[in-house]
C-alpha cells in the first residue's frame, strides 16, 4: 500500500477508475461476493441464511435493510469487548463516531483497515482528476483539520471520529505526501487538545508558508469560512507573533507552543506585508489569494448543507475557484468528484463501484410513507447502482468491508448522469423530515431555500445571514415554526419582519401552506440571535467530543435537545412573527 503511494500515477489512476466503471455491475457484484467472503463467519450474516452465497439477488433476498438502530445491539457487543466475530470476520478494534449533529447525538460506527485504503481510493481518484484541470506544484496545503480526542470504549476498543481515524492510520502521511497534500501544520497543532488554539495555529502556519501553500482545505467548507471569519478577529495577534517570533500567550498548550516555536522566527518583513495586504482589502474580499499567492483552489465538502456557507467562501475566495471534495460518511465512502471544474451548486459525484455494494431505494417507493414523521418506518424496495434513473431521487442503501449490510445512511440523492456505467449523483439532503407539525413535510432543502429567499433582503441593509436553525415550538396551540438567525451587520424592524414574512411564504409545501390558512399551523417566528451565538453551539458540540471537521450546524433542534435550544433562547435579541397569513 505504503509503496504503491509513493509513486502516485495520475494517469494510471484515471486510466483505473474508467476501466472499473465501464462494468460497474460486474465490479458490484464481485464487490459484494468479496466482502461477503471475506466476513462468512461473522454471526449477524451466518443468521441469516446466505449458506455461502454471494450473488445480490440471494443478499437482498436473505437480508433486511437496516438503521443504525437495528445494528445497535451488534455495536454494543463489540464495543463491550466481545471479540467474536459478530458483524465482520477479523475482530473490529476500532470504532468511528460520526458527528451526531445531524441525527441529535453520536454513533459508533465500526471501523477497520479496508475503509481506511477506500479513503484513499477515493482521495486518489478525485485528485487525479482535479490535478488534471488544476495542476498544483510540490508545496503544502493549509489544510483546516482537527484531530479528535480517542477514547476507550468500555471493553477497550479505541473511538474517535472517521476523519481522526483516517489520520491517525499508518498510511495516511505517506499517502497525503504522494498526493502533494501534506497539511502545513505539525501534528501538534492538528490533535490539539484545544480547539481555538489549534486554530489559530493553523492560520499562523500558513502564513509562515504562505508562499508554499497550494490550496486550502478542510473536510466540510464550514470550518474554512470559520477559520477566516477567526482571522477576522486575529490577524493583528498573528502579524505580531511573526515580528516577534513569539507565539501569543493565549496558546497554553505546551505541546502546541513546543512544535510552534521550531517554526517561528522573528520576520519583520513578512509581518509587513501581511498587515499592509490585510489593510488594503475591501471587507474581506479576496483574502484568501492575497494571503497565499500561490494557492490554486478553495477545496472541501461544499455541497447540501454547506451551501450557505458558500456565498461567504467566495467572498473570501475572490477569483479562487472553489472545488467541492467527495462524498461519504463516517460510515464509509461513496463517490468521489471527478468533474472538478463544475461550480459546487452543480457539482456531482461519481460512485466508486469497487468500494462498497451499493442500493438505491427509489424515493417514490417512500412516498408510501405519506403521514409518516419518519421516511425510515416502511420497507421498501432498492435497485442496484447501475439500475438507477437519471433524474430519480433515491435513499441510498451501503454494504461495506467492515460489517455494515444493506445499512440505510439517511441520504437522499438524485441521479444527474452516469460516467460510464456508474451514477453521477447529485447530493439532495438527509432523508428525514426536519419540519413537521401537521400535515406540512418540510426538509432540510425546503428549510435551506426558504431562508436563500429570505436573507436576500439582508443584503439590501449591508448586513449578512452568518447562521441559521430551526425549531418547531409545540408549547402553544397551535404549533408553528420557529427560525433562528444570527446576522452581522444592521438591519431595521422593518426588513427583518419582511425577512419573516418571506420565509413563512417561501415553505411552498402545501401540507404547509393550507394548514397555515387555517391556522392549524401559526404564524412563523424569526428570532435573531446575539453575534457569536452559533460559535457557543459549536463549542457546546466540540465540548462533547465532535470534531469540528465533520460539524455541521443543526438545522433543526428538537425540543430533547435542551442544551442547544436554551443557547439559542438565551441568545435571543428580537423576534418577528410573520403576518404574511393575516
Ligand atoms: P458524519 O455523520 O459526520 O459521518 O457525516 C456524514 C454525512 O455528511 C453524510 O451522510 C451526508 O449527509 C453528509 N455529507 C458527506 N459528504 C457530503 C457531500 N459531498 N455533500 C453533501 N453532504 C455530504
Not at 446576522?487 to 422593518?494: K, L
Request: some cysteine.
Amino acid at each position: 500500500m505504503l509503496e504503491k503511494l509513493e509513486e502516485f500515477d495520475m494517469d494510471k489512476v484515471i486510466q483505473e477508475f474508467e476501466s472499473l466503471t465501464k462494468d460497474a455491475e460486474m465490479v458490484q457484484r464481485e464487490t459484494l461476493k468479496r466482502i461477503l467472503e471475506d466476513n462468512a463467519s461473522a454471526e449477524y450474516l451466518q443468521s441469516l441464511g446466505l449458506n455461502g452465497r454471494t450473488d445480490p439477488e440471494s443478499f437482498k433476498a436473505c437480508v433486511p435493510l437496516v438503521t443504525h438502530k437495528e445494528l445497535e445491539p451488534y455495536i454494543y457487543r463489540i464495543i463491550d469487548g466481545d471479540a467474536s466475530p459478530i458483524l465482520t470476520g477479523k475482530p473490529i478494534t476500532t470504532m468511528s463516531l460520526s458527528s451526531g449533529t445531524t441525527q441529535g447525538k453520536p454513533k459508533y460506527v465500526p471501523w477497520n483497515d479496508e475503509l481506511f485504503e477506500t479513503t484513499m481510493q477515493i482521495y486518489q481518484t478525485s485528485f487525479a482528476f482535479r490535478n488534471r484541470e488544476f495542476p498544483i506544484k510540490s508545496g503544502k496545503a493549509l489544510s483546516f483539520v482537527y484531530g479528535s480526542k480517542q477514547s476507550k470504549t468500555k471493553g477497550g476498543l479505541a473511538a474517535r471520529t472517521a476523519t481522526s481515524n483516517v489520520f491517525c492510520s499508518a498510511g495516511y502521511k505517506c499517502g497525503m505526501r504522494a498526493l502533494q497534500s501534506l497539511c502545513c501544520s505539525p501534528d501538534e497543532v492538528i490533535f490539539g487538545p484545544d480547539f481555538f488554539q489549534s486554530l489559530y495555529c493553523h492560520l499562523l502556519c500558513g502564513l509562515i508558508f504562505r508562499e508554499e501553500v497550494q490550496f486550502v482545505s478542510s473536510t466540510f467548507a464550514h470550518s474554512i469560512v470559520h477559520a477566516f471569519r477567526t482571522f477576522e478577529q486575529v490577524w493583528e495577534e498573528l502579524c505580531n507573533d511573526i515580528r516577534e517570533g513569539v507565539l501569543t500567550s493565549n496558546v497554553t498548550v505546551p505541546s502546541i507552543r513546543m512544535a510552534m516555536s521550531k517554526l517561528l522566527k522573528p520576520n519583520p518583513e513578512l509581518a509587513n506585508l501581511i498587515h499592509r495586504k490585510c489593510t488594503g482589502l475591501s471587507n474581506w474580499y479576496g483574502l484568501i489569494p492575497e494571503l497565499f499567492p500561490n494557492a490554486k483552489y478553495i477545496y472541501g465538502i461544499m455541497t447540501g448543507s454547506m451551501e450557505p456557507y458558500l456565498k461567504k467562501l467566495r467572498h473570501y475566495a475572490g477569483e479562487l475557484p472553489l472545488l467541492t471534495a467527495d462524498y461519504g460518511s463516517s460510515e464509509g465512502w461513496i463517490a468521489a468528484n471527478v468533474n472538478p471544474k463544475l461550480p459546487p451548486e452543480l457539482a456531482t459525484y461519481a460512485v466508486l463501484p469497487h468500494i462498497g455494494y451499493f442500493e438505491f431505494i427509489p424515493l417514490t417507493e417512500l412516498e408510501n410513507a405519506k403521514g409518516e414523521p419518519d421516511f425510515l418506518c416502511v420497507d421498501p424496495q432498492s435497485v442496484g447502482l447501475t439500475e438507477v434513473k437519471v433524474g430519480e431521487e433515491y435513499e441510498i442503501v451501503m454494504t461495506n468491508p467492515a460489517g455494515l449490510y444493506r445499512y440505510r445512511l439517511g441520504d437522499v440523492v438524485k441521479v444527474m448522469g452516469f460516467h460510464n456505467s456508474t451514477p453521477e449523483l447529485k447530493f439532495i439532503r438527509r432523508s428525514s423530515l426536519l419540519l413537521n407539525i401537521n400535515i406540512d413535510k418540510n426538509t432540510e432543502t425546503d428549510l435551506q431555500l426558504a431562508v436563500e429567499a429570505a436573507s436576500k433582503l439582508l443584503a439590501e441593509e449591508k448586513s449578512e445571514l452568518v447562521d441559521f436553525s430551526s425549531h418547531v415550538d409545540l408549547s402553544k396551540e397551535p404549533g408553528h415554526y420557529v427560525i433562528f438567525w444570527e446576522i452581522s451587520g444592521e438591519a431595521s424592524e422593518e426588513v427583518l419582519h419582511e425577512c419573516c414574512n418571506r420565509l413563512d411564504k417561501s415553505f411552498v409545501d402545501a401540507g404547509y401552506t393550507s394548514s397555515r390558512k387555517v391556522n392549524c399551523i401559526g404564524a412563523l417566528e424569526l428570532r435573531v440571535v446575539r453575534r457569536g451565538t452559533f460559535q457557543k453551539i459549536l463549542d457546546h458540540y466540540v465540548g462533547l467530543g465532535t470534531a469540528v471537521n465533520q460539524y455541521k450546524t443543526p438545522r433543526c433542534v428538537g425540543s430533547s435537545n435542551t442544551r442547544v435550544l436554551q443557547i439559542l433562547s438565551d441568545n435571543v435579541v428580537n423576534n418577528y412573527l410573520s403576518t404574511a397569513f393575516n
